[in-house]
């Protein structure tokens, strides 16, 4: 930290007196301009990004539009987008799935 000293009648404060030395990501800024980005700062009005209800509206619309979509889909299967292929389990060579006692539990033995 450095400080100089003059003495002497001084200036009142913020009338371009540097008073004190703040570093503020990696720019200068005297006393007077602190003040100012904190008033500025505390004028700011708070606005929530969203509030509550923008929350429930969104969740509405997609549970709406996805109950619409399957009443179409039950009154015309045709038009039912087909299932797509699912890839089986990878295992590595040398393993594979064993039943066990428990209905529906497989596990990965090693052969």
Do not use: C, W
Request: no cysteine.
């Amino acid at each position: 930290m450095e400080t100089t000293r003059i003495y002497g009648a001084g200036l009142p404060r913020g009338q371009g007196g540097l008073i004190g030395v703040l570093v503020l990501g990696g720019m200068e800024t005297s006393l007077d301009e602190m003040e100012y980005i904190a008033e500025a700062r505390r004028e700011k009005k708070f606005v929530p990004q969203r509030d509550p209800s923008d929350i429930v509206n969104m969740t509405r619309l997609v549970l709406e539009r996805r109950n619409d979509l399957i009443r179409h889909f039950r009154k015309n299967p045709s038009e039912a987008p087909k299932l797509k292929p699912r890839r089986g389990l990878y295992l590595p060579r040398g393993y594979r799935l064993v039943p066990t006692k428990e209905p529906g539990l497989k596990i990965v033995a090693r052969v």
